[in-house]
């Protein structure tokens, strides 16, 4: 069952060259974790944001983003706030910013329930006390009296995952959830998010600019590029026969996180601003592959190719050319 579904999702601000987004389609199935993965400023944020009807000020939207069949795209206040306390919560990248530092941990956990669905002072916080023995929180009830300085990174980052599981929803999105954290707790908060959504059935979207860390916990990825979805594959393929170049240069340039280290080659250039717009293929002007006279025309559209879909004017024939180094040795098929 399909929770989340954009259809030719546009986002576009006044005075902008380009689109923020630029007719994203993109699917969440229930029990499935999807990563969306790109360089900063590619629209992942935003694309994330969408899924909770949350639009930059002053912005066009046009096409279709559902949640669990509610299309939030002109909806009223109801229908969003059904969404927002019931099917969808997000977890976001710096826990210290989510919580309010002069509220005790136990009244960020146990508002919601009692002032949205209705719950008693008493049953609010034994359910908060249940949700931080799930995320691994050890003497919870202790917890519930603490404040927002009193605990770690790691610790705030799964008080927040709590609070984002105290209304059961059935889709999680989590923005860039470990990328304050230091590694080894980063390693601890993905196994908690994996735990979770395996057992309750979730449905997942990573927003990352890490494509190996999104490579370790997805089913499958979509890699975005200026507003546009360039590539989408599941996860074993992509890795294995990645066909569109920024794909390959993604993976060419990130270390891996196990087996040797290959030598990196850095994408040249810099990603395309919200002030620049071109006519072609947006990754034309750092694409090695370019063709002067046809990718710089139009823009390309995503097509089917094998298990994956592609928006590359040279797929079929660069076939396989632009496959970054050894990735089959890299990741192992999932």
């Known amino acids: 069952m399909t929770l989340l579904a954009y259809d030719a999702l546009s986002v576009t601000l006044p005075a902008m060259a380009r689109p923020i987004l630029d007719g994203i389609d993109l699917r969440v199935r229930a029990g499935e974790v999807v990563a969306l993965v790109g360089e900063s400023g590619s629209g992942k944020s935003v694309t994330a944001r ?61 508002e919601p329930l009692r002032l949205v669905h209705g719950w008693s002072k008493a049953r609010a916080a034994a359910r908060a006390v249940d949700l931080l023995g799930a995320v691994g929180l050890p003497d919870p ?43 080894s707790t980063q390693a601890e908060i993905l196994a908690i998010l ?53 794909t390959a240069g993604l993976l060419g340039s990130s270390p891996p996180l196990d087996g040797p280290l290959d030598r990196l080659v850095p994408i040249p250039g810099a990603p395309m601003g919200l002030l620049e717009s071109a006519p072609g293929c947006s990754f034309a002007p750092r694409c090695r592959f370019a063709e002067p006279g046809r990718c710089d025309q139009a823009p390309p559209v995503l097509r089917r190719h094998g298990p ?12 396989g050319a632009s496959a970054a180094p050894s990735p089959a040795s890299r990741q192992e098929d999932r």
């Open 194 to 246: 994996g735990r979770l959504q395996r057992e309750r059935g979730l449905g997942l979207l990573l927003i990352t600019h890490d494509i190996e860390l999104a490579a370790a916990v997805s089913d499958r990825i979509y890699v975005m590029y200026a507003g546009r979805i360039v590539e989408t594959a599941p996860v074993g393929e992509l890795f294995a026969s990645p066909r569109h170049p920024y």
């Open 50 to 110: 969408a899924a909770l009807g949350l639009f930059p000020d002053g912005a066009e939207v046009g096409g279709r983003v559902r949640v669990d069949g509610t299309d939030l795209v002109g909806a009223d206040a109801a229908s969003l706030r059904e969404v927002r306390t019931a099917k969808a919560a997000m977890i976001y990248q710096d826990p210290r910013a989510a919580i309010n530092p002069v509220r005790r941990v136990g009244d960020f956990l146990t």
């Open 141 to 183: 009830a202790r917890h519930m009296n603490q404040y927002p300085h009193e605990l770690s990174g790691g610790m705030l980052q799964r008080v927040v995952i709590a609070a984002a599981l105290t209304a059961e929803p059935r889709l999680l999105l989590c923005d860039e959830p470990t990328t304050a954290l230091d590694v």
């Open 308 to 319: 994956a879909e592609v928006a590359c004017h040279r797929t079929a024939e660069l076939a």
